[in-house]
């Protein structure tokens, strides 16, 4: 049987899609919901807001808008929120995902992973998993997540999810209350933990739009020029929107224009 490097595999397969319009890249936000409050973010509600829950779609609905991923071509699945692991079902919705055949992505900020969670992805392993690290140290992880004990919470999973060899990356965002860790978090994961660290430069607008605390203002430039040469993960494509309501598919340019899709190989699936 002839094999091929994941590369050449993603390579020859976008080539043979060209001009297919199909969303070859969905990314499915399940949640708003998140145990964390940082600073920066622009989706995370309560964990107990039942508005958020009663908005969120069903299991069912997951099921049914798998399906029709697959029939429409997509191949790379981005599972993130809020805080994937706030939702109950959601290993059952990434369950049937996997067996779909997706290539899936999943994005945490693993404070909720506990060892049932990674003994599961152990037997339904994804492609990658990346943890978001807000700060190298206890007192700049907290002041940008603002809920006390969530530092350890997060070393505690990711510990757990090294321990089981899976697919781990870590990441930051450069923000003004932790720009001072950035190089030594890069050394720590690098070195100590051996796993690849990048920093994410995208910051969205919240949802509710309010402004951004001065602790949580982007880096200035002199910072962010210090930053050159660490991989970032821009997430450039078009959003898929859900209508209220209706459960509708349809699709959002960056700028928040609704159209039908017109062929994009990206797509973001927003509760």
């Known amino acids: 049987m002839e094999q091929l490097t994941y590369g050449a595999f993603s390579a020859d397969l976008h ?25 920066h973010c622009y989706n995370n509600l309560p964990m107990g807001d039942q508005d958020a829950r009663q908005r969120e779609m069903t299991t069912e609905e997951h099921f049914r808008v798998l399906d029709e991923l697959v029939e429409m071509g997509c191949f790379w699945l981005l599972y993130t929120g809020g805080e994937i692991f706030a939702r109950r079902d959601f290993l059952d919705i990434y369950t ?9 992505t999943l994005f945490t900020n693993g404070t909720l992973v506990t060892e049932r969670i990674a003994d599961h992805l152990v037997a339904w392993r ?30 505690r999973g990711i510990r757990v999810l090294l321990d089981r060899g899976l697919p781990l990356a870590l990441k930051t965002v450069a923000v003004s209350t932790n720009r001072h860790e950035i ?26 739009c309010s402004f951004l605390s001065a602790a949580a203002q982007p880096a200035r430039r002199r910072q962010a020029a210090a930053l050159e040469g660490y991989d970032s993960c821009p997430k450039i494509g078009w959003k898929v929107a859900l209508q209220p309501k209706k459960r509708k598919l349809r699709f959002l340019t960056q700028k928040g224009c609704v159209r039908n899709w017109v062929g994009r190989s990206r797509s973001t699936l927003r509760e």
């Open 126 to 155: 994804p492609f990658a998993i990346e943890i978001t690290l807000y700060g190298l140290t206890k007192d700049t992880y907290e002041r940008l997540t603002g809920i006390p004990g969530s530092f350890d919470k997060c070393m």
């Open 15 to 39: 080539q043979r899609q060209a001009g297919q319009r199909s969303p070859m890249q969905v990314s499915i936000e399940v949640t708003r919901r998140c145990p964390l409050e940082c600073q």
């Open 96 to 104: 049937y995902a996997k067996k779909k055949g997706f290539i899936i």
């Open 183 to 208: 190089p030594a978090m890069k050394r720590f994961v690098e070195e100590e933990l051996g796993v690849q660290f990048k920093f994410d430069s995208m910051i969205n607008p919240r949802i509710d």
